[in-house]
C-alpha cells in the first residue's frame, strides 16, 4: 500500500521568499509521485510528477520538486513567492502501473503581503 | 474545449433523501474517480471505474453508489445510508497506464445537508 504525510497543515510565507511544502511518501513498489494544486471551491490542477525519470522535476508557475529515495521524500519548492501562490497543495502517490492515486491532507499556504 | 462538468455546483439535501451527483467527461478518458474532501483530511477515493461497466470501492464507499454505462459518465448517488453527507465532492478522470496518474479534475460538487 502506498501513503504520503505532508508536514505542516499551514504554511506561511513572505512574498518574494522560499516556498518549501514538504511530503514523504511510503511504498512497496517505485512510486510515482504528484504534486496537485486547489485553488478555493475549485478542483485539482496538476503542478508536477515523478515517474521514474529525472529526479528534479520542474512544473507550472515555477514550481520544482526532488525525488530523494534515501529520504523518501519528494518537496515542493519555489524560489519566490507570489500572492497568486496561495492556494492549498497535495501530494500524492501511486504505485507504478497502478492508477489509482493516494493524496496526501493537503498544506494551507499563505503569502503574506 | 476537453474537460469534465460536474453538476451541480451547490446541492442541497435533506436528511432521508437520495441525491445524484452528475459527471460528466469529453476527454476520451478510461478511468474515471470520485473523491471526497473534507477539511484537514485531504481527499479520500469513494468509487472508480477503469472500464464501462465496471467500478471498484474505494476506501470509504459506505452509504455510496456509483453507475459507467458510458465512459463519457460516471454519477454519483448519495444514499439516506450516508451518515455525514455534507462535504466537497470531486470528480476525476485519467487515461489508464498513459496518463501514469495525471487526473484531470472537475471543479466540484458542494452538498449540505439540511
Known amino acids: 500500500a502506498q501513503s504520503v504525510t505532508q508536514l505542516g497543515s499551514h504554511v506561511s510565507v513572505s512574498e518574494g521568499a522560499l516556498v518549501l511544502l514538504r511530503c514523504n511518501y511510503s511504498s512497496s513498489v517505485p512510486p510515482y509521485l504528484f504534486w496537485y494544486v486547489q485553488y478555493p471551491n475549485q478542483g485539482l490542477q496538476l503542478l508536477l510528477k515523478?515517474?521514474?525519470?529525472?529526479?528534479l522535476v520542474k512544473g507550472i508557475n515555477g514550481f520544482e520538486a526532488e525525488f530523494k529515495k534515501s529520504e523518501t521524500s519528494f518537496h515542493l519548492t519555489k524560489p519566490s513567492a507570489h500572492m497568486s501562490d496561495a492556494a492549498e497543495y497535495f501530494c500524492?502517490?501511486?504505485?507504478?502501473?497502478?492508477?489509482?492515486?493516494?493524496f496526501g491532507t493537503g498544506t494551507r499556504l499563505t503569502i503574506i503581503p | 474545449d476537453g474537460g469534465i462538468t460536474q453538476s451541480p455546483k451547490y446541492l442541497f439535501r435533506k436528511e432521508g433523501q437520495n441525491v445524484t451527483l452528475s459527471c460528466e467527461q469529453n476527454?476520451?478518458?478510461?478511468?474515471m474517480y470520485w473523491y471526497r474532501q473534507d477539511p484537514g483530511q485531504g481527499l479520500r477515493l469513494i468509487y472508480y471505474s477503469q472500464i464501462v461497466n465496471d467500478f471498484q470501492k474505494g476506501d470509504i464507499a459506505e452509504g455510496y453508489s456509483v453507475s459507467r454505462e458510458k465512459k463519457e459518465s460516471f454519477p454519483l448517488t448519495v444514499t439516506s445510508a450516508q451518515k455525514n453527507p455534507t462535504a466537497f465532492y470531486l470528480c476525476?478522470?485519467?487515461?489508464?497506464?498513459?496518463?501514469?496518474?495525471?487526473?484531470?479534475f472537475g471543479s466540484g460538487t458542494r452538498l449540505t445537508v439540511v
Open positions: 476527454l476520451n478518458h478510461d478511468a
Open positions: 500524492a502517490v501511486s504505485a507504478f502501473g497502478n492508477e489509482k492515486l493516494t
Open positions: 515523478y515517474t521514474s525519470a529525472a529526479t
Open positions: 476525476a478522470s485519467s487515461q489508464n497506464q498513459l496518463g501514469k496518474g495525471s487526473y484531470t
